[in-house]
Structures are given as structure tokens and as C-alpha cells.
């Protein structure tokens, strides 16, 4: 990697899954992952697959002792911790949660290190930044000496058409705030950082897209009339949601989901079966290739319908608005020819993995199924907002 900074930075890297190589080559820091720590076997093992050469610690974060993290030594911390206790559909136990045991105990412990790290980032889900575990967070930093800004960000902010909207911090050893730093508890998106401080982080030349009139290029377009933005139309969606994905379709910093699509593989075994169409039509979010949106992709993906993950229409001449509006009071089988038209299938976990940023060289061990593939990708991160944010931290 092309040298970016005057030292090499070890890391403990602290993570749920196995993404933490590509962040760094992708954001250009020189880095050495002095240990990758997680219980979850399936997890490990496509760790291994990848990075064979890395120390992998197969135990739980309060399995290691505060000697163990001492003769690590390492410069920086990646912390993705269990984000159960915060889900906004979960019980959101917090700190009572059991789950959260791993995280306190990293907080406990890194006051107490002979030599503190000198950047820590974090990652959960949306609704961390209002929990008890993220006041105890920012308290024992602060104690720390380490200076901190919190976002919120979905990896659309870079031109990624996929929504995974997540809870960030990162953090740095140093007495003077970050050059971005805000009073109190704001929550930034790249394209504030990069509008104040062009000169420090400039945008890519491929990240400029000139924004040309918009053309026609949606996914889901109605010409039902409507008295309100809250009736439903077809597919049980309302006039403001059609129009939401309308607008998220035709920016066009964005780019279309036909750039990460597999080509030549057998795609027989990803098409959605009659019983499914049939029971969960009204419930599916579709989208074509050339699209410029999908929705978070979760560990339920291929296993449930609702609330996991987009699919895909892959018979881009027939109009979806058509097909639904026909169903009305055709019998079953009639319902299913109908569907069939449109072609869905889910996403591949490899074109699940190109959304997220992982690059063309990762795989996973044969042995790891679909349903596995779909549960770890379901609780990966975005490499290019973390590289990103890698960097921005760095510099």
C-alpha cells in the first residue's frame, strides 16, 4: 500500500466480522492487524479464509486479560459491539443487556492500558447515540484525553446505492479538537466534512458527478391519482412512498445497481418461488439495475421477506404497476403467472458484499452456505464509509 502517513499503525481490531484489511487498503493507511477477535465460529472462518497470516483470538473480549491487551501494543481500536441492546425494534436493554458485557469491559479496561491507542472507531446501529452505553462511552474517553465526533451516516452519502443507515464515532489521542468538530452532540454526513474542509479532504475526481437534468429512470412510478400523500396505491404503498423512491431513483450521485451485479453465474437457485410471490408480494421492495437505491440488506436475508433486503426485477421491460393492478380478482394460479413476469430473484451474497465494499477478491470457504453468507453479511459494515472515516481520522 502507498505509504500515507510517517508510521505503521497496529490495531486490535475489535469486530463482529471480517472486514477490517479492506478498510485500510481501501483508505491507503499502512497498517498491521495485530489481532482480529470474535466467538463466532462461521465468522472466523471465512476471517481465516481471507487472512490467514493474522492472529485470530477465538474467545470473547473479557476472555483477554489487561497483560494481553498490554503486550499488543496496538496504536488503534475498531469497535463494533453487539447492537441487540439498542435495535429500535429490540427491547433495547442497554447496559442490562448482557450482550453489552464486552463493550463495558472495554471501557473498563482502557484507562487502566500502559499506553492508550491513538484512535478508537466505532460502530452500532442507529439508536446507540442515545443510550446509556454511549454517555458511558463518551465519558471515559473524554477522561482519556481523547478528542471525538459522532455521526450518522448511510453508505448513499458516497454514491453507494444501498440505505445502511449507522451509528459512528472515531476518536483521536490529541489536546486540540478535530478540525470538524461541533458544539455539542451534532451528528455530520461526509458531504459537511468535505464542504468545510476541501482542502484537507478533497472528493475524487470519479466522486464529482455533474448533476445533469434529471431523466426518467425510476423503479416504481404511478399514475394513479391520489388525494393524499398518505393513500395507498398499488403494492401497498403510499403516494409519498413512490415518490420517495422516485427522487432516491433519479439522483444521479448515485450510482445504479447494474455496477454491482454478478454476471454469468447460474442464477436459477436465487429466483423467488410461487409460494412466496404468492404470500409476500404486497410486502416485496424491488428493484431494477439501473436503480439508484436498495434497502438495508440484514442477517434475515433469504430466510424472511419482510424488512430484510430489496430484490431484484430481472425482466426490466415489464412494468410493476401493471403487474399488481392486474391482480384483482384473479384466482391463484392466475396471480402467480402474473408475478412470475416480473423475474424476482434475491441479490447473490456476492453482490451483496460488492454493495458493502468488500473487494473482488474476497470469498468465502465452500463449506460456508448461503444462509451462513446471508447472516454475515446481514451484520457486516460498509468498507468504504469506515475506510473513509479511517482516513479522515488519520489525517
Known amino acids: 500500500m502507498p505509504v500515507m502517513c510517517k508510521y505503521p499503525i497496529n ?142 451516516l448511510s453508505p448513499t452519502s458516497l454514491g453507494i446505492p444501498n440505505s445502511r443507515l449507522r451509528y459512528f464515532l472515531i476518536a483521536k489521542l490529541q489536546s486540540d479538537p478535530l478540525p470538524f468538530q461541533v458544539p455539542g452532540q451534532v451528528l455530520m454526513k461526509f458531504s459537511q466534512i468535505e464542504s468545510e474542509h476541501p482542502q484537507k479532504y478533497p472528493i475524487d475526481a470519479q466522486d464529482k458527478i455533474e448533476k445533469k437534468k434529471i431523466e426518467t429512470n425510476i423503479c416504481i412510478n404511478s399514475t394513479t391519482q391520489s388525494s393524499g400523500k398518505d393513500a395507498i396505491l398499488y403494492k401497498l404503498e403510499t403516494a409519498e412512498e413512490v ?38 408480494a404486497l410486502l416485496l421492495d424491488i428493484v ?39 391482480l384483482t380478482n384473479l384466482s391463484q394460479e392466475e396471480k402467480i403467472t402474473q408475478l412470475l413476469m416480473l423475474k424476482l430473484r434475491y441479490f447473490t451474497p456476492k453482490e451483496i458484499a460488492n454493495l458493502l465494499g468488500f473487494p473482488p477478491e474476497f470469498g468465502f470457504p465452500e463449506k460456508i452456505t448461503v444462509k451462513q453468507r446471508y447472516r454475515l453479511l446481514g451484520n457486516s459494515l460498509n468498507v468504504h464509509v469506515v475506510a473513509k472515516l479511517i482516513k479522515i481520522l488519520h489525517e
Do not use: W
Open 243 to 280: 415518490d420517495r423512491k422516485h427522487q432516491q431513483n433519479s439522483d444521479l450521485s448515485v450510482q445504479m445497481l447494474k455496477n454491482f451485479l454478478e454476471e454469468n453465474i447460474d442464477m436459477n437457485p436465487y429466483f423467488l418461488p410461487p409460494k412466496l410471490l404468492l404470500r409476500y
Open 288 to 326: 431494477k439495475p439501473t436503480c439508484r437505491r436498495s434497502t438495508c440488506f440484514t442477517k434475515g436475508y433469504g430466510s424472511y421477506i419482510e424488512g430484510t433486503g430489496s430484490v431484484l426485477q430481472t425482466a426490466e421491460d415489464v412494468q410493476i404497476e401493471d403487474i399488481y393492478k392486474s
Open 11 to 152: 490495531i486490535c481490531c475489535v469486530i463482529e466480522e471480517v472486514i477490517t484489511h479492506e478498510h485500510f487498503k481501501e483508505s491507503c493507511i499502512p497498517a498491521q492487524v495485530v489481532a482480529a477477535i470474535d466467538v463466532n465460529t462461521v465468522a472466523n472462518e471465512v476471517y481465516k479464509y481471507n487472512f490467514p497470516h493474522t492472529q485470530l483470538l477465538a474467545k470473547t473480549i473479557e476472555g483477554i486479560t489487561l497483560e494481553e491487551f498490554d503486550r499488543l501494543s496496538f496504536d488503534m481500536i475498531l469497535m463494533s459491539p453487539p447492537c441487540q441492546p439498542f435495535t429500535r425494534i429490540g427491547l433495547q436493554g442497554d447496559m442490562t443487556d448482557p450482550r453489552t458485557n464486552s463493550f463495558l469491559y472495554i471501557l473498563d479496561i482502557l484507562p487502566r492500558l500502559q499506553k492508550l491507542p491513538k484512535y478508537i472507531l466505532l460502530e452500532n446501529v442507529k439508536g446507540f447515540e442515545v443510550s446509556s452505553s454511549r454517555d458511558l462511552l463518551i465519558q471515559t474517553i473524554e477522561n482519556c484525553g481523547f478528542q471525538y465526533q459522532e455521526f450518522l
